[in-house]
């Protein structure tokens, strides 16, 4: 009989108490005969800066980490740290997974691809002549690119920061054909315009509760796909909900950016179906 092999990995952010990811990988991990072992490792509960990100990540690679997710806050700061990206995160500027290999730091992006997999599946027959996305931060940035891949005609993108919105409208417009992405600082337009609402901030989650958007602004023919997954139904879904809204919560984001990080760590095949219905036991 041979010794399991040993995967540690871990995610790299703040807040993290509640994440179901680490369990999600960890049963994957066992169902393959590995001894796959997820950390997190939580600014907050250490009572760390941001800045201290290059320590944390020179840490994991001191104790052997085959590679670390990477959550709120750093997707966008991790960048100017790694030494390789993969297309997916050169593109989109933002890196959600790091392997590391062989003394080098590689950052991927699964984010746009659990987005767009969640979508197609969740909301497969939804109208996408024109969205409003919310945020323009590090998840927006993949979300935005998943948007235009479903084949949303025209993205509005608010951000409290209008100069981020205007850069990511300019770069999605660079990348696809067409003027399809407009910054915009216009939410009552722009919700009376659109079919659907996306919303990539980190409002709602329990550290940052609340709404991104007035209820009165949503209307029973309006979907709303929330990135947040802890709660499941954030207060924004259960206000789309009382609206008569159509609703995609952001637990199958999670499941399928874990899918695509779990191949780059451990280079072998999950099961996405499994993963999928180890999510539904976890919540």
């Known amino acids: 009989m041979t010794d399991k092999r040993t995967v540690l ?36 509960e250490r009572d760390l800066p941001t800045s201290a990100l290059p320590d944390l990540l020179r840490e994991l690679e001191e104790r052997g980490f085959s590679g670390t997710n990477i959550t709120h806050p750093f997707k966008q700061a991790v960048l100017p740290l790694l030494d390789e990206l993969s297309e997916d995160a050169r593109m989109l500027g933002a890196v ?29 027959d939804a109208r996408r002549d024109r969205a409003l996305l919310l945020g323009a931060g590090g ?11 479903l084949g949303i005609s025209k993205l509005d993108i608010f951000d409290r920061d209008p100069a981020r919105a205007v850069r990511l409208a ?10 399809r992405a407009t910054p915009t600082e216009d939410l009552v337009g722009s919700m009376a315009a659109s079919d659907g609402l996306i919303h990539a901030t980190p ?3 329990k550290s940052y509760p609340g709404m991104p958007i007035e209820e009165t602004l949503l209307e029973s023919r309006h979907w709303v796909a929330d990135i947040v997954y802890m709660p499941l139904v954030t207060e924004l879904l259960a206000a789309a909900s009382r609206r008569g809204c159509r609703i995609l919560p952001g637990g199958g984001m999670t499941v ?25 036991e976890l919540i």
């Open 203 to 205: 409002t709602g989650m």
């Open 170 to 179: 300019d770069d999605l417009n660079e990348r696809f054909d067409g003027r």
């Open 9 to 44: 990995v871990g995610l790299i952010g703040s807040d993290l108490k509640l994440s179901k990811t680490p369990a999600l990988h960890e049963r994957e991990g066992a169902c393959h005969g590995l001894d796959y072992r997820y950390e997190r490792v939580d600014i907050h």
């Open 256 to 280: 399928f950016q874990a899918v695509g990080a779990f191949r780059l760590f451990t280079g072998l095949e999950p099961d996405a179906e499994r993963m999928q219905h180890h999510f539904a």
């Open 139 to 149: 998840a927006g940035v993949a979300v935005a690119h998943a948007a235009l891949k």
């Open 96 to 124: 959600n997974t790091v392997v590391l290999r062989g003394g080098r730091r590689l950052g991927h992006n699964t984010d746009w691809y659990g987005f767009y997999e969640s979508f197609r599946r969740g909301l497969p």
